[in-house]
């Protein structure tokens, strides 16, 4: 069972343009939901997180968007530069259960110059 | 050091081999994840270690992976009987404490990328 759904895979945005990646997620148990960013050959580095007691979260150009009753939230990706260009991870962890996180499947986001 | 350690960076291994994989958390956190990433795709959980608890083996795939956190430090991941659908890439990842409120996240290593041929 994906616990937590992450679209699209794939994402193409010219320099400057906003990029935005969803995710999904079933078990309403989870209560905080980071994004990490991955660049080839390393590891995955966190980005941003949000708890669901606030809907918007921004730091610099990124942005999350949280909507509790749609059990989605988003990354905004704003003024996009090729420097963004990696994979972005979402992910959610639950109360009780250690830090364990769930993760997306992952999205390769392109900025082109 | 500064960061998460993992070791070796590269393993060719031919099957039906053992292998182990070696992670050195960020000195002082006491929770350590293994995490595997296939190519292309998201990352799929194997276990958790967090302080002198049993760690939680739920995500290990199979009898063949075995993991153990030794002082509460160094961890090794041991794959017996390595199989071509075990090539992937390690992550090792290490956070401050099970309360996440005083967590920034796991820190990740660059991982162990696994080749079974």
């Known amino acids: 069972q994906q616990q937590v759904k992450q679209s699209p895979q794939s994402l193409i945005v010219q320099k400057g343009g906003i990029s935005i990646i969803n995710c999904a997620y079933e078990?309403?148990?989870?209560?905080?939901f980071p994004w990490y960013q991955q660049f080839p050959g390393k590891g995955p580095a966190l980005l941003i997180a949000?708890?669901?007691?606030?809907s918007e979260k921004k730091e610099g150009r990124f942005t999350i968007s949280f909507n509790k009753s749609a059990k989605q939230f988003s990354l905004h990706i704003m003024d996009s530069q090729p420097g963004d260009s990696a994979t972005y991870f979402c992910?959610?962890?639950?109360?009780?259960?250690?830090?364990?996180?769930?993760f997306g499947g992952g999205t390769r986001l392109m900025v082109k110059p | 050091g500064a960061g998460v350690s993992q070791s070796p960076s590269n393993k060719v291994t031919e099957k039906g081999k053992d292998v182990e994989l070696r992670c050195d958390p960020i000195?002082?956190?006491?929770?350590l994840y293994w995490y595997r990433q296939s190519l292309g795709q998201g990352l799929e959980f194997l276990i958790y270690?967090?302080?002198?608890?049993?760690?939680?083996k739920s995500g290990l795939p199979s009898d063949r992976f075995s993991a153990e956190r030794t002082g509460g430090s160094v961890s090794t991941l041991t794959i017996q009987r390595t199989q071509q659908e075990d090539s992937a890439v390690y992550l090792c990842?290490?956070?401050?404490?099970?309360?996440?409120?005083?967590?920034?996240?796991?820190?990740f290593g660059s991982g162990t990328r696994l080749t079974v041929v």
């Open positions: 990842a290490s956070s401050l404490a099970q309360e996440r409120r005083t967590v920034r996240g796991y820190t």
């Open positions: 078990n309403t148990a989870f209560d905080y």
């Open positions: 949000i708890r669901p007691d606030v």
């Open positions: 992910a959610a962890s639950k109360r009780n259960a250690g830090n364990m996180l769930t």
């Open positions: 000195s002082g956190h006491t929770a």
């Open positions: 270690f967090q302080g002198n608890s049993a760690p939680d």
